[in-house]
């Protein structure tokens, strides 16, 4: 019976300590998992700054591109446009190749 009373006195008396050892490991398990944590976002921050900045580039591209087209009518064919002009005699014949009998 003393051995009992014993073991539990010293159970008693290590409960302290014990709990302060586990209160020590939670708080570490913690704070590597906020480490962790702050890690990953930065990381993400990262790569959405990266993502967000190529999506701006882009969107300018495209902008640059419409102005572009809205600029210069689709499917106007300019160098036959000079060359009619500058050769009427076959503008006022339809005919926009040059015959070679000429």
């Given at each position: 019976m003393k051995r009992k009373q014993?073991?539990?006195?010293?159970?008693?008396?290590?409960?302290p300590a014990l709990l302060v050892m586990h209160t020590a490991a939670a708080d570490e398990n913690i704070a590597a998992i906020r480490s962790e944590l702050d890690a990953l976002k930065t990381q993400y921050e990262t790569r959405i700054q990266?993502?967000?900045?190529r999506l701006n580039a882009a969107?300018?591209?495209?902008a640059r591109a419409q102005e572009q087209?809205?600029?210069?009518?689709?499917?106007?064919?300019?160098a036959r446009v000079d060359y009619v002009?500058?050769?009427?005699?076959?503008?006022?014949?339809?005919?926009?190749?040059?015959s070679l009998n000429h």
């Open positions: 014993l073991s539990y006195k010293a159970l008693i008396a290590l409960l990266a993502l967000e900045q969107e300018q591209q495209l087209t809205s600029v210069e009518p689709a499917g106007t064919d300019y002009s500058a050769n009427n005699s076959y503008a006022a014949s339809g005919n926009l190749v040059p």
